[in-house]
């Protein structure tokens, strides 16, 4: 493994995850704690819960995965951390612990935008990735269409008007009674049903306006489940497919747009349903475009992909590196 060596934290929703990454991709060692169980009872993330349990757990990770990669401060080149968006507790609880460890060790601080982080993670994976292209950032939060033209440069073509995909998926699976976390419950109910049983809206499909709008998919799964006339499995079959098909039909659109990009990327959460990939892929070679996704580990929240993205910024910089300021301020 050769180049920098960057610490990465990310603490902005419910996973606390640590990674030291090497600049030539290399995840040296990470280590990543799910609070699933902490907020199952409340059928989604609870704050001030998220921002307990990582202050709880990432001193001790951090320990961990130091000493398993057998490095010190000393042997780390900067220490990059989730700056936001996200809750802001558990931002808080990071970027203040990368702070802290950048100034006792005299290192430099990367305050990382979290969607960045899922920007350039496909980069980490596919090391062949060049810029620019279009990226699909479909998680529990967000759901965009970017064009990625180099490190610090996104273009954004699209955004939901309303819920991300992955909050749609959440809300579907708790309509369903499938429990939290909901997008890989409904993707496996999902494979026992049909999905053209259920006749679901795919808002905004069509519209000459770039945007995405869940709102109304999830208030008709809640009508479908009320009326009884359908399975479970054929409801999150079609709210599925009518997921997809608003992805689809966007994505297309933000393509006539841009005119030929030279590949498709998807990244974020919900990036992990198959269902999803295959139809990106189609698209994808349709439009003679490459198309890359990270593995399902760099698709959910984590920390490689936090180093990675100041790894990014520090090849880009070279020798006019300088970090961000230690009073750099976490952002909700
Ligand atoms: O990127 P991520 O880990 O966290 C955010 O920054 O939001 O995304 C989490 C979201 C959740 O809404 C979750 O239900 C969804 O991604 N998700 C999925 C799948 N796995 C995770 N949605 C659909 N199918 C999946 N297999
Ligand atoms: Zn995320």
């Known amino acids: 493994a050769i180049g920098p060596l960057v610490l990465g934290i ?73 700056a936001g968006p996200g809750l802001i507790g558990g931002v808080m609880v990071g970027l203040v612990s ?32 060049a810029f620019p292209y279009l990226l699909l950032l479909v998680s529990g939060g967000h759901c965009q269409i970017l064009a990625v033209e180099g490190v610090g440069q996104y273009r954004r073509l699209a955004t939901t008007i309303d819920d991300a995909l992955g909050e749609a998926f959440d ?19 999902a494979l026992e049903g049909d999905p053209r049983a259920v006749p679901l809206p795919r808002p905004l499909k069509g519209s000459a306006e770039p945007h995405f709008s869940f709102a109304g998919l999830k208030s008709a799964v809640l009508r479908a489940v009320q009326s009884g006339a359908y399975s479970p499995a054929d409801i999150a079959a079609s709210f599925q497919q009518a997921a997809v098909d608003c992805l689809i039909d966007r994505l297309t659109r933000a393509l006539r747009e841009t005119g030929p990009m030279p590949a498709l ?38 920390a490689a992909m936090i180093a990675w993205a100041g790894l990014e910024r520090i090849a880009r910089d070279g020798d006019d590196f300088a970090g961000d300021p230690l009073d750099f301020v976490a952002r909700p």
């Open 265 to 302: 990327v998807v990244a974020g959460g919900v990036a992990a349903n198959k269902t999803v990939r295959a139809a990106l892929e189609t698209l994808a070679g349709e439009h003679a475009m490459r198309f890359s996704a990270p593995p399902l580990a760099l698709c959910t929240d984590n």
């Open 98 to 129: 990368a702070k802290a460890l950048a100034m006792a060790s005299d290192k430099p601080l990367l305050a990382v935008n979290h969607l960045e982080g899922h920007a350039l993670s496909p980069r980490l994976a596919d090391r062949d990735l």
């Open 10 to 82: 990310e603490s902005s929703c419910d996973e606390t995850a640590v990674a030291l990454v090497r600049g030539d991709g290399t995840i040296v060692a990470q280590a990543i704690a799910s609070q699933e169980a902490e907020h199952a009872p409340y059928g989604g993330v609870v704050p001030e819960i998220a921002a307990r349990a990582h202050a709880e757990r990432l001193a001790p990770m951090i320990a961990k995965v130091m000493g398993e990669a057998d490095v010190s401060l000393d042997d780390v080149d900067a220490i990059a951390a989730t």
């Open 171 to 189: 809300k579907t699976a708790k309509i369903l009674g499938l429990g939290y976390p909901g997008g890989p419950a409904v993707e496996r109910l």
